[in-house]
Structures are given as structure tokens and as C-alpha cells.
């Protein structure tokens, strides 16, 4: 059993996000490769609490499918029919806690950037206290509640910003809203909050007041606004993602050994991971959970989504989607590998070659200009400049197969279905469509004629 066996979670997912102005439930929005939600599910992930509770409303079936998805030990969800405010969906999460929670965590569900290492602190001053809480100074604090306390530094309440007079507007600590309560005293605060404020809605924040009026210290733990940023607009769920992926780059560079030229220019999700010495090239995009291995050489201007690069592979000005592509593979520049192409160890698919659903074996080289769309293109075959792969009929799609050391002349047209067999050569301009036998030539395409004389006969006709 993990040390924080007897602690609980509760995640406020339930609001609507007024302010992005969006059809998508706010904690669905992405920065970064994973949602809002999804953040801080991460950051609490390595506590191992005893239970995570997301308290889920607007878009509810969305939102509790992404954080099922996450696969968390012990996590439920509560369902907040009515947004009725922070304090009204702890209120509703409670009936969920299991009987040996002794404390609860309580976080907002729009705070990605927040890390285990601050809950951790978080977690720790609430050791010896009724509650501790969360808060940072910002330059620009409008818009969160604003952190009052006593001469001697004690936290007495949190103002809302919109309930707050002029004098406490000049207050630059903010609540980051994550806190740790003592269950019993978390009942007794909930049971007192009321809705006299200027939204009329039901605030987590009352809380503290209630505690600190009886006597019951609130520790607070002072860290930095990038840790615990809140994300109401998408301006700041750029920023957001802006820190999130210079995060991550800084870890790939610090702690695998990965050269980042450009980081300003080079847009890396939290889900890829990258190879030591690997090399990233300015105008690199990756995501969607691709993987690079070992000192490939990426960029620059290249977007991959959902890819594998074995080691020593070069990708440049490339756009790959769902593509696997193989150790010392040489792809681009101008080059489009869609789903299901699979590049064996040292194919090349060079300048304006594009693929889909494709199997270069090794060695296989596509050098210019081709289409290969559903193939498997085996060992060592050459595919010429301006190959097309005529792969569809109108009504469905059909396989070639070229057999190893083939060589397909340029400007072939391979209608499928079609087999090009083992070592065998195709004419550079035929229309093959008929199997090749291994070893044989194949030309398909019209004899050549000369007619001597032609030219001057013409421009006599013409009367040049
Ligand atoms: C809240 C705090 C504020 C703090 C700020 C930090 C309150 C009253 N205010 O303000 O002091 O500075 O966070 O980021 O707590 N939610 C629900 N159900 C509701 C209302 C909200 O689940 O009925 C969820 C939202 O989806 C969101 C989180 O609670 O994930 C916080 O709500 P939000 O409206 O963003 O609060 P803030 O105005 O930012
Ligand atoms: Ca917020």
C-alpha cells in the first residue's frame, strides 16, 4: 500500500469554459499533445493516491471517457448537473470518498502545468495542519482570487477578483485553487459556504475562511505562477503550451542527450520521445506519440504524426502520418509518407515521393517523383523517377507487389493488381499491366518510329 493509501483526489472538471468560447468542454482543450484534464491526471499519476475523483458536468460522457482513458489506478467519476460553483462540486464529490480517506487533494482540471513535485510540498505542509493550500505571485494576477493574509502572514481568506475592492486588487499572491484538507474539516467548511458573492455561486475558497476564523491553520505553500497557471482563454492555453513543450524539450536535452537547434522553432508533444543524440532541426513538428530513434536526424520543416524512426534515419521537409521508417532510411526533402508505410533499414523515398499503405524492404529506393500507393516493394528494388502506382480503378483500391532487386524503369505506370517478380526489369515509360516473370524484361509501351524528312516536308506544307 503506497504512503498515501488514505488520501483522495478530487478534480473539478465539471465547468463549461465560458471563456474559450468553444464548443468543446474547456479541460478537453490540448496543449501540447494531451488535454487540460489530462495534465493534471499526469501530475497526480506517480502519488498514488487512494482515489482520484473527477467531478465531471459539461460535456460529461467526453470528459469521462478522456479520463478513463488515462488509466489511473482507483479513479471514478461524480457527475455536477448544475455548475453551482467550486464549492458545490467538492459538495458533490464527497458522498464518494471511501470510508479510510483521511485527506482530500483538491485541484481544478485547467491547470496543466502543474507537476507531482509541487503536490508533493503541497502534500507535506499539510502534514502537521487542518489544510494547506497552494499559492504564487504573479505580475498580472487579474482574474484569480487574491491570498489575504495576517500581519503575521497568516492566510486569512481568498477574494475573488470580481469581489474584490481596489486595495485587495493590489494583492499579487493568488490562489492556485489545489489544496489538502483534513476530511473532517473539509465536511465542516463545506456545510458553511453560501452563496453571497457576485457570481451567487458556492466557493471552494469560503473554505479557508471558515478555518482560519476557528482557529484552524492554513498553511500556505508559495510556488511559481508557471507551476500553477490556471487556463480560462486561449491565449493562455497557448502560453500554456509554449511551457509544456519547452519542458519537454529541455528533458530531452538534459537528460536523454538529444541536440534541439532552434527550441523556439521546434514544436515537440509531451508524448514523443526522442533517442540520445538525435538531432531536431528547426521547423520540426512531432506528435501524436511518435517515436525517434538514436542520432536520426530530423527537420529541417518536418511534421510527423504518430511515427517510429529507427536510428541513423535522416527526415527532411517531410510530412509522415502513422509511417514507420527504418534504421539509415533516407526520406526528402518534399515527401509525404501517409498511413501504413513501412520503410525498411536504408530505403530511401526521396524528393516528391509519396506512399500510402506501403512496404519498402531494405534497401528499397524510390528516388523522385512516384506514387506507391498499397505495394510491397521488396529488397533492393528501384523504383525510376515518375513510377506511378495506378492503384485504383475507380472502385477500389488493389495491391502490386514488386519482388526483391526489381527495377522499374521511369515513368512506369504499374496498374494494379500486378506482380513484378524477383530481379526483373521494366521498361523506363510502360503501362504494365500483366505479371512480370522473375528475371524477364517487360516493355510496354508502343514501338518507336522515325520518319526521316518529316520536319522539312511540314514546313513546306505550311509555305515557311
Ligand atoms: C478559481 C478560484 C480562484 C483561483 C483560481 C485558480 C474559486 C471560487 N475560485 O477561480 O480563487 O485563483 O481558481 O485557477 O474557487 N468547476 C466545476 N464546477 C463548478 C465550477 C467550476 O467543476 O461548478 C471546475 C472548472 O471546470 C475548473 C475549476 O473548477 O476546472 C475551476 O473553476 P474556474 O471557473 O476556472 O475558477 P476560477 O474562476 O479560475
Ligand atoms: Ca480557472
Request: aromatic content about 4%; overall charge negative; glycine content about 10%.
Amino acid at each position: 500500500m503506497s504512503d498515501n493509501a488514505r488520501i483522495a483526489a478530487v478534480v473539478l472538471a465539471a465547468g463549461k469554459g465560458t471563456r474559450f468560447r468553444s464548443e468543446l468542454a474547456k479541460v478537453l482543450h490540448r496543449a501540447a499533445g494531451r488535454s487540460l484534464i489530462g495534465h493534471v491526471l499526469e501530475a497526480v499519476r506517480p502519488l498514488e493516491l487512494g482515489q482520484v475523483i473527477v467531478v465531471v458536468g459539461h460535456q460529461a460522457d467526453d470528459v469521462r471517457a478522456a479520463v478513463e482513458a488515462s488509466g489511473i489506478a482507483n479513479l471514478t467519476t461524480v457527475l455536477q448537473e448544475e455548475q453551482l460553483g467550486t464549492g458545490h462540486a467538492v459538495q458533490v464529490a464527497m458522498p464518494a470518498l471511501a470510508d479510510d480517506i483521511e485527506q482530500v487533494m483538491v485541484l481544478p482540471g485547467d491547470t496543466p502545468m502543474l507537476t507531482a513535485s509541487t503536490l508533493e510540498e503541497l502534500l507535506h505542509a499539510a502534514t502537521d495542519n487542518a489544510a494547506a493550500m497552494l499559492t504564487a505571485h504573479a505580475a498580472d494576477p487579474s482574474g484569480y482570487g487574491r491570498v489575504l493574509r495576517d500581519e503575521d502572514g497568516n492566510v486569512l481568506r481568498v477574494v475573488e477578483h470580481r469581489d474584490a475592492t481596489p486595495e485587495e486588487r493590489e494583492i499579487d499572491e493568488f490562489n492556485a485553487g489545489m489544496y489538502v484538507i483534513a476530511r473532517e474539516h473539509l465536511v465542516h467548511g463545506l456545510d458553511r459556504l453560501d452563496t453571497g458573492n457576485d457570481q451567487g455561486e458556492l466557493y471552494l475558497t469560503d473554505v479557508v475562511e471558515v478555518l482560519s476564523g476557528e482557529g484552524e491553520p492554513v498553511a500556505a505553500v508559495v510556488t511559481t505562477e508557471d507551476e500553477v497557471a490556471g487556463v480560462n482563454d486561449r491565449r493562455q492555453l497557448a502560453d500554456a503550451a509554449v511551457i509544456l513543450r519547452r519542458r519537454h524539450l529541455d528533458r530531452l536535452m538534459t537528460e536523454v542527450g538529444v541536440s534541439v537547434v532552434d527550441p523556439a522553432s521546434t514544436y515537440v508533444d509531451v508524448d514523443v520521445n526522442v533517442g540520445r543524440d538525435a538531432v531536431l532541426l528547426p521547423g520540426t513538428m512531432l506528435d501524436g506519440g511518435t517515436r525517434i530513434a538514436e542520432r536520426a536526424v530530423i527537420g529541417p520543416n518536418s511534421h510527423l504524426t504518430g511515427c517510429e524512426v529507427g536510428a541513423d534515419a535522416t527526415v527532411h521537409s517531410t510530412r509522415a502520418t502513422e509511417a514507420r521508417i527504418g534504421e539509415r532510411a533516407d526520406v526528402g526533402p518534399f515527401t509525404h509518407l501517409r498511413p501504413g508505410t513501412v520503410l525498411g533499414v536504408g530505403s530511401k523515398a526521396g524528393a516528391f515521393v509519396e506512399t500510402k499503405n506501403a512496404t519498402f524492404g531494405d534497401g528499397a529506393k524510390a528516388g523522385h517523383l512516384a506514387y506507391v500507393g498499397d505495394a510491397t516493394i521488396g529488397e533492393r528494388v528501384n523504383v525510376g523517377c515518375g513510377v506511378v502506382l495506378v492503384n485504383y480503378d475507380g472502385t477500389d483500391k488493389h495491391h502490386t507487389v514488386v519482388e526483391a532487386d526489381a527495377f522499374v524503369g521511369s515513368g512506369t505506370m504499374l496498374v494494379s493488381p500486378v506482380t513484378i517478380g524477383t530481379g526483373a526489369y521494366v521498361a523506363a515509360g510502360s503501362t504494365i499491366t500483366d505479371d512480370v516473370p522473375a528475371g524477364a524484361l517487360a516493355i510496354g509501351r508502343a514501338r518507336q518510329v522515325n520518319k526521316d524528312g518529316w520536319a522539312a516536308r511540314r514546313r513546306k506544307q505550311q509555305g515557311q
